[in-house]
């Protein structure tokens, strides 16, 4: 429970939880089954199915280090233990920041650590979201936009700049994504949003996230980091175990860092009006500068250069998918396949992203298609499966995807369900 938990299984199966510290009730969550626990280190942990334990330590074995650096970071973490539970594929999202217990999916064991950015980002939530939370949706931003940031800063802390720069230029091209699909309602790519009559999951895109982290990046380059590490470990301090909204933030923002200092910041704007405001900070990364040379030289000479490829990390390789031009032919996609094997690929972003634009570009070549259908029988993220759904709708192949969604429906929470239902047009 995400509470202080036993950890071990006993023959009466009665349970004892008990949590001290307050939090809202969003946050109260249960995971029943026949799991086992494996310690990281005194106050971390994971927690999975016997025939996965072994997996998820290893894949989670730098979790210790990621609270040392968050704490190095922010301040001490207030909540004693931090434990991941692996849920079986039907669990619809990434993780979930339950306190001392987050619930994460099983797409991120890759085998090789590159995905454990969301472990950053559930244990940074313990800060930002449960420590400090919003007080309405309207003001989920508050959440997720600093949880980004945080877990951005923690991956530099461990892994480097540059891998942390990799993971907030994805961010990016995820929200200019966002941004061209909210052309016709504008006012829900503002930060605080007006959900009156609405579902507060309508909030829950990249604005929050990627918008969010955006404005506190270009407020940290305004501001410079050592003063703005210094304003947002006093901010979670001040405000610890409670909640707050957008407006309360901009008031201690004014007062405690930007007035302090004598620094003008276009606040309002980032946060009242839609869009992205011109002073957004430039983010760079010379890894992916050469993966777009690699890519360029391949789709000008159809030769590829597999030596260039020998160490990308996964980021590397989804930067590079994500980026095929309109115009890529079946041909190339086919060479791509049979030199790098992406339709077999075993990293679950990886596949996801060959999957989308095989959709799109109408690549059928070594089985992909049959590879399509059991993977969205087999994952129920629902940000893999919706991406893939959108394809088939946007390929204009729904009748394609109704059949597939036949099948992989009844393996879906019902949070993935409900938005294909609707994607789909079959409510």
């Excluded at 894949?59 to 207030?78: H, I, P, R």
């Excluded at 991941?84 to 619930?103: A, D």
């Excluded at 829900?188 to 909030?203: A, E, F, I, Q, Y």
């Amino acid at each position: 429970m995400s509470a202080e938990n036993p950890k071990e299984k006993n023959k009466k199966g009665v349970y004892n939880f008990k949590m001290v510290q307050p939090i809202p009730a969003y946050l109260i969550a249960l995971a029943v089954g026949d799991i086992e626990y494996k310690e990281i280190s005194e106050r971390t942990g994971v927690y999975a199915e016997k025939s996965m334990l072994a997996k998820v330590h290893e894949e989670f074995s730098d979790m210790e280090k990621m609270v040392v650096a968050a704490e190095n970071l922010y301040g001490d973490y207030d909540w004693e233990q931090f434990d991941v539970i692996v849920l079986p594929p039907s669990f619809p999202f990434g993780g979930m920041e339950n306190p001392r217990l987050t619930f994460a999916t099983p797409t991120v064991i890759a085998g090789d650590k590159s995905l454990t950015s969301l472990v950053a980002h559930e244990l940074a939530h313990s800060w930002s979201g449960n420590l400090v939370t919003n007080a309405t949706w309207n003001d989920f931003w508050l959440n997720e936009g600093f949880t980004v940031y945080f877990e951005i800063r923690i991956m530099e802390a461990l892994y480097g700049e540059d891998r942390a720069n990799m993971l907030a230029l994805i961010g990016r091209q995820d929200l200019e994504d966002e941004i061209e699909g909210m052309k016709e309602t504008p006012n829900d790519t503002k930060l605080k949003l007006d959900l009156k009559g609405r579902n507060p999951d309508d909030g829950m895109n990249s604005i929050a996230y990627d918008k969010g982290y955006l404005f506190l990046r270009t407020l940290e380059e305004k501001v410079g980091r050592d003063n703005m590490d210094a304003f947002l470990k006093s901010y979670f301090k001040k405000n610890a175990f409670s909640t707050t909204n957008t407006e309360d933030f901009i008031t201690y923002l004014n007062e405690n860092l930007l007035e302090k200092n004598n620094i003008t910041f276009n606040t309002e704007e980032w946060i009242y009006q839609p869009g992205i405001p011109d002073n957004a900070a430039v983010i760079q990364s010379d890894a992916f500068t050469n993966v777009e040379k690699t890519l360029n030289d391949f789709i000008a000479t159809n030769e590829i250069d597999v030596a260039a490829t020998a160490n990308w990390t996964p980021q590397e390789w989804v930067h590079f998918v994500r980026n095929f031009p309109e115009d890529i032919s079946v041909a190339q996609m086919q060479k791509l396949d049979n030199t790098f094997d992406l339709t077999n690929s075993t990293n679950s972003y990886i596949t996801m992203v060959w999957y989308e634009q095989s959709i799109l570009h109408g690549y059928h070549g070594n089985n992909v298609d049959t590879k399509i259908a059991e993977f969205l029988n087999t994952v129920g993220r629902r940000w893999y499966v919706t991406t893939l759904f959108s394809a088939f709708a946007k390929a204009e192949r729904i009748e394609e995807a109704k059949e597939i969604y036949k099948t992989a429906r009844g393996n879906y929470h019902s949070v993935t369900a409900n938005t294909v239902d609707e994607l789909l047009g079959m409510k």
